[in-house]
């Protein structure tokens, strides 16, 4: 199924998907025109966001141990 929708869709995704890869050898810091260590901070604050949601959470499976 999943093969006969690719074909199917193919003709009008590829371009559109295409158009907006097709930027070259690019960096995210480049992308948004922000300094690279802007970038290192973001994702270093964002990922420490995560792992604290994530300790508050706690653990799903601890009702299987």
Not at 45 to 58: C, E, R, T
């Amino acid at each position: 199924m999943g093969a006969i929708l690719f074909g199917l869709t193919y003709n009008t995704v590829f371009p559109a998907i295409s158009g907006i890869t097709n930027l070259g050898v690019t960096y995210m810091p480049d992308l948004f025109n922000v300094s690279p260590w802007l970038m290192i901070a973001l994702f270093a604050v964002f990922s420490l966001l995560l792992f604290y949601w994530l300790g508050k959470k706690g653990d799903p499976r601890k009702s299987e141990i």
